[in-house]
T-cell receptor, first 113, second 115 residues
C-alpha cells in the first residue's frame, strides 16, 4: 500500500517560531510537492522537488523554504511563522511522468498564534 | 491566467441521480494530463480518474467518467448513481510536460448528495 506520511496532523506554533513540517514517501517517487489549502482558494503550490537536492518555487514560496536531502523525505520550513501562515499543509509525491497521479499525505493543520 | 477553472463552488444532487462537475483548463502544451481528486471531510485527497491529452476515448472508472472535450478545453467529471458517500470536495487538476510536470489545481466544487 502506497504511503505518504506527514509528521503531524495538528500543530500549534507561536508567531516568530521556526516550524518544520516533514513528509516521507515510501514509493521511490522522484517528485515531491508542498501545498497549502485554504477555503475558496483550492490547493496552492509552495515548492516542489524533481529529485534529491533539487527544488523549484511554486506559486507562493514567500516565507517558506524546503529541503530534500534524501529521495523519500521533503521538508517544509517556515523560517519565522506568521499568523497568515495558518493553514492546512498537504504533501504529495509522484513519479515524474505527465500521466502519473499524485499521492497525498493526510495533511497538517497548522495554527500560528 | 488561471490554468484550471472550476466555476461551481457548490452543487447538490439527489441520491441515485447523475451529476456533472465542470472543469475548464488553459494550456498551450500539446502533452498534458487531467486529473480529478475527491476530498471528503476527513481531509485526505483521493485520486479518482485520469485523462491524457492524446487519449481518444473518455476515461471511465466505475461510476466516474470524464467528459473530455479537447477543442473546448473542458474535462468535466460525471458521477453516475450518486451515493451519500460522494458528498465531498472535488478538485480538477492538470499536469503539463512544459512546466516540468507541475500540477495545477482548481478551487474545487463542494458536492452534497441529498437522500
Amino acid at each position: 500500500d502506497v504511503k505518504v506520511t506527514q509528521s503531524s496532523r495538528y500543530l500549534v506554533k507561536r508567531t516568530g517560531e521556526k516550524v518544520f513540517l516533514e513528509c516521507v514517501q515510501d514509493m521511490d517517487h522522484e517528485n515531491m510537492f508542498w501545498y497549502r489549502q485554504d477555503p475558496g482558494l483550492g490547493l496552492r503550490l509552495i515548492y516542489f522537488s524533481y529529485d534529491v537536492k533539487m527544488k523549484e518555487k511554486g506559486d507562493i514560496p514567500e516565507g517558506y523554504s524546503v529541503s530534500r536531502e534524501k529521495k523519500e523525505r521533503f521538508s517544509l520550513i517556515l523560517e519565522s511563522a506568521s499568523t497568515n501562515q495558518t493553514s492546512m499543509y498537504l504533501c504529495a509525491s509522484s513519479l515524474g511522468r505527465v500521466n502519473h497521479e499524485q499521492y497525498f499525505g493526510p495533511g497538517t493543520r497548522l495554527t500560528v498564534t | 491566467a488561471q490554468k484550471i477553472t472550476q466555476t461551481q463552488p457548490g452543487m447538490f444532487v439527489q441520491e441515485k441521480e447523475a451529476v456533472t462537475l465542470d472543469c475548464t483548463y488553459d494550456t498551450s502544451d500539446p502533452s498534458y494530463g487531467l486529473f480529478w481528486y475527491k476530498q471528503p471531510s476527513s481531509g485526505e485527497m483521493i485520486f479518482l480518474i485520469y485523462q491524457g491529452s492524446y487519449d481518444q476515448q473518455n476515461a471511465t472508472e466505475g461510476r466516474y467518467s470524464l467528459n473530455f472535450q479537447k477543442a473546448r478545453k473542458s474535462a468535466n467529471l460525471v458521477i453516475s448513481a450518486s451515493q451519500l458517500g460522494d458528498s465531498a470536495m472535488y478538485f480538477c487538476a492538470m499536469r503539463e510536460v512544459n512546466t516540468g510536470n507541475q500540477f495545477y489545481f482548481g478551487t474545487g466544487t463542494s458536492l452534497t448528495v441529498i437522500p
